[in-house]
């Protein structure tokens, strides 16, 4: 397996980073309009909390093809999360200052999905 057989999906920086990204989310989107409580701020809580749940899920299933299966699927998750973000600063929900913190964390979780990535394959 990816030689963290014994760790914790709770030890892996891109987890602890999604449930930032996750908490940054959740406090945006309270300043969002009403009309947009089951649209676009329900698909963005959603979408950012899959990534770390995709790490989780993938992470406990041990098997480096199934980890390999949800890492691709949390940068799915974060193209997702950028995307809605960028329709949020067109519909005026929020402006680029208010973003700063969610895009590096954005960044950095990308950065660090895709290595690990890598490391998973190598070991393959």
């Known amino acids: 397996m990816w030689g963290l057989e014994n760790v914790s999906h709770k030890n892996l920086d891109i987890w602890v980073l ?49 980890f390999l299966n949800f890492l691709h699927i949390t940068r799915g998750s974060i193209s997702e999360v950028d995307t809605l973000l960028v329709v949020c600063l067109e519909l005026n929900y929020c402006k680029s200052a208010d973003l700063e913190i969610i895009d590096k964390l954005l960044k950095e979780i990308y950065n660090k999905t895709n290595a690990l990535i890598k490391r998973i394959k190598e070991k393959s």
Request: hydrophobic share 35%; aromatic share 6%.
């Open 18 to 66: 999604g449930i930032k990204l996750s908490k940054e989310i959740y406090k945006l989107t309270e300043q969002f309009p009403d009309c947009e409580k089951f649209g676009i701020t329900s698909q963005l809580r959603r979408a950012s909390v899959s990534i770390p749940a995709n790490i989780a899920e993938g992470a406990a299933r041990h098997t480096d093809k199934e």
